[in-house]
Structure formats: C-alpha cells, structure tokens
C-alpha cells in the first residue's frame, strides 16, 4: 500500500518568507509526528497528533513554527518569516495509534534551504 | 529524561566481515528502541524493534540487536556485511507511555570492498 508522501520534495526559499510543508499519512494511522534532520544536529522531535488530542507541540523551536492536522489526516507545517537556520530536512511519520512501541513510518522528507 | 548515545559517528569494515554498531540509551521507564537506517537520499526505513519481549530481536537483512538493561545498551550487529549496507543507521528509544522518537546522532557504516 502506499506509504507516508510528503510535498514538496525540494524547497528553496528567500530568508523572511513563509513556507508551507505537507505530509499525506499512511491511510487509518491516527498517530502522526513531524521531525526536522539538521546537518550536524541530528534527527529532532518537533510535534505530534493523535487522533483529536490536543498535539503535542514541546519540540517545536520557535513561535514562528506551527503545525495543523485536518480532518485527522493530512497535515501541514507552516514556518513563518524562515530564517536560514531553518534550513533542513523536515520528516513526517505516521503511526497506527501512537501507542509504546509502536513502529513509525516515514515519508522521504522535504528538503528546505533558505537563501 | 531519555537520551540515546551512539558512540561511533563512522564506522568501516571490509565486505564479508562483521558489523557492531554500537547505542546506548537513558530512560527514565521501561524503554522501547528501535534502528532505522537511511540510505542515501532515501526516507528511514525501520530494521527492528525491542518492546519488552524477547532481548535478542532478528530484524531484515540479516541484522540483529540485543538489549542489554545492565548495560543499557542496544548494540546492532550483522554476521557478515554487504556492500548494500552502507547507510547511516539510527539508534531510537521512546518512553513507556508516549511514542515520541528520540534519535541518536547516527552511525554512517561504511562497506569496502
């Protein structure tokens, strides 16, 4: 079946513009979590839904980063005003339930360099 | 507080030889962990996973991981290595009740011919 798609692949931006990233989870995963892979930083938490909870929003790093989720699946990460530390890949990933343990899957990422 | 340390950035070995990637994890409950491994330009595709049941977990393409809480280590092996392996490869721990990732800094495992 498919698996968690994200879009766009490939985002060049000038420094103080917004940007919009969208992930498609895997079809009947309630969970879904965004993550951004920095060069030399490492894959970081950013946030998490689950179902009709309130997300979980303590990973994201700054109040110009925001996420929604509609209707329980397709979600979208908006950065406002990017600064050039923003520059990353940004990873979405789904999950069943959000249970312990439960495996996440992940989309291919969108890439995001601000010039 | 959780926390996962992989202790080699770069790890080489030869074709044929053995693989040990080596993870240590701080949790503050009973963890779960997991490795991913990514391959160049390619999304994190998951190798296994330890959820409290057996301690030696057997995971695709021949990999395996033991979890050790005496040592709180989770170390990735592989009897023999395939130029297809080389990757970066991924120590994850989660808490008990929450599935939110953390990640290790990665391991890029290089395989000579």
């Known amino acids: 079946g498919a698996g968690v798609s994200q879009s766009p692949s490939n985002k060049v931006t000038e420094k103080g513009k917004d940007v919009e990233l969208r992930c498609d989870p895997i079809?009947?995963?309630?969970?879904l979590y965004w993550y951004r892979q920095s060069l030399g930083q490492g894959l970081e938490f950013l946030i998490y839904f689950q179902g009709n909870s309130a997300p979980d929003k303590s990973g994201l790093p700054s109040d110009r980063f925001s996420a929604e989720r509609t209707g329980g699946s397709v979600s979208t990460l908006t950065i406002q005003r990017t600064q050039q530390e923003d520059s990353a890949v940004y990873l979405c990933?789904?999950?069943?339930?959000?249970?312990?343990?439960?495996?996440?899957?992940f989309g291919p990422g969108t890439r995001l360099l601000v010039l | 507080a959780q926390s996962v340390t992989q202790l080699d950035s770069h790890v080489s070995v030869s074709e044929g030889t053995p693989v040990l990637l080596r993870c240590n994890y701080s949790?503050?409950?009973?963890?779960?962990l997991f490795w991913y491994v990514q391959h160049p330009n390619k999304g994190l595709q998951l190798l296994l996973k330890?959820?409290?049941?057996?301690?030696l977990v057997k995971g695709i393409n021949g990999f395996e991981a033991e979890f050790k809480k005496s040592e709180t280590s989770f170390h990735l092996t592989k009897p023999s290595a395939h130029m297809s392996d080389a990757a970066e490869y991924f120590c994850v721990v989660t808490v008990y009740n929450f599935n939110k990732f953390y990640f290790g800094s990665g391991t890029k495992l290089n395989v000579k011919p």
């Open positions: 330890y959820t409290s049941a057996a301690t």
């Open positions: 990933a789904s999950s069943l339930a959000g249970g312990r343990g439960e495996t996440q899957y």
């Open positions: 079809s009947g995963h309630t969970a």
């Open positions: 949790s503050s409950y009973s963890p779960s």
